[in-house]
């Protein structure tokens, strides 16, 4: 009977072994799959690369709009914007700077919350990597600079011709998230 086991463990290790190889060969086969879709359905974020969804968008460099740059805070963080302002071309990807300083001996943590004039701008501001995304948490006397990549659909409308992008920058928590540095 240990004869007919051993044929039979060896049988089952074989099977085993051509589904290890199957399952290797079907998640290799995926890669290009998953890459394909994407391209087809216009998720075009390949390899993280923001300037792929560039690429899918006509920019218009007949219009320029300027996009006004403006920054409040509610609490104890200094936070602004490195320019004033940048002229775009709808669909044309920028990359602005915001910069935000921790003042004071603790660690804080804040969230930033956008907001667009005119209203009508709000459906075709597209933002492609912000520091909205996620509550942002900084060590004592902190100072950090935050990218905003975006695009202004070109599909806005061309009355359109300033922007105002502004963030206000909440501390999260209020006072009950203080935490002493000692």
């Known amino acids: 009977m240990?004869?007919?086991n051993s044929g039979n463990n060896k049988k089952l290790l074989?099977?085993?072994l051509v589904i290890a190889v199957m399952m290797f060969g079907f998640g290799y086969a995926l890669i290009p799959v998953y890459k394909h879709l994407c391209e087809v359905l216009g998720l075009n974020l390949i390899d993280g690369k923001p300037q792929e969804v560039a690429r899918n968008?006509?920019?218009d460099m007949s219009r320029e709009i300027t996009v006004e740059l403006v920054s409040n805070v509610q609490g104890?963080?200094?936070f602004r914007a490195t320019q004033n302002s940048v002229t775009v071309h709808p669909g044309e990807m920028t990359t602005?700077?915001?910069e935000v300083v921790n003042s004071v001996d603790r660690t804080v943590k804040a969230q930033a919350v956008p907001s667009y004039t005119p209203m009508e701008v709000t459906p075709h501001f597209k933002k492609v990597e912000c520091f909205c995304?996620?509550?942002q948490?900084?060590?004592p006397r902190e100072a950090r600079q935050m990218p905003v990549v975006f695009f202004i659909d070109p599909a806005v409308p061309k009355s359109v011709k300033t922007v105002t992008l502004s963030y206000?920058?909440?501390e999260a928590g209020g006072l009950g998230n203080q935490t002493a540095a000692n």
């Open 57 to 59: 968008s006509q920019v």
């Open 14 to 16: 074989g099977k085993l």
């Open 137 to 139: 948490t900084l060590k």
């Open 2 to 4: 240990s004869q007919e």
């Open 168 to 170: 206000t920058f909440i």
């Open 96 to 98: 602005v700077v915001y």
């Open 76 to 78: 104890t963080l200094r």
């Open 133 to 135: 995304f996620k509550e």
